[in-house]
């Protein structure tokens, strides 16, 4: 939240306050940790599948120092 002070969070909470009322606010914060919780677990799995998938790959690429093999062609 660059560039809001603790006076912007303050009157953000105010608004929130007069438009939700006391009794709301309680259960939207809820439910937007539970979304927040639920983004993050899903972002984590997607980066520890990712991890998964690379994790077993080989690397075949010939070495720098390697001379290439010559080529073999098929009798004419």
């Not at 608004?15 to 709301?24: E, M, W, Y």
């Not at 606010?25 to 690379?54: H, I, Q, V, Y």
């Amino acid at each position: 939240m660059s560039g809001i002070g603790a006076s912007g969070i303050i009157l953000l909470v105010l608004i929130a306050l007069l438009l939700f009322g006391p009794n709301k606010l309680p259960e939207l914060g809820r439910a937007f940790g539970r979304t927040l919780r639920e983004f993050k677990k899903g972002a984590n799995d997607l980066m520890d599948d990712s991890k998964d998938r690379t994790a077993g790959r080989v690397d075949v690429s010939p070495e720098e120092n390697e001379q290439p093999k010559a080529e073999r062609r098929l009798p004419e």
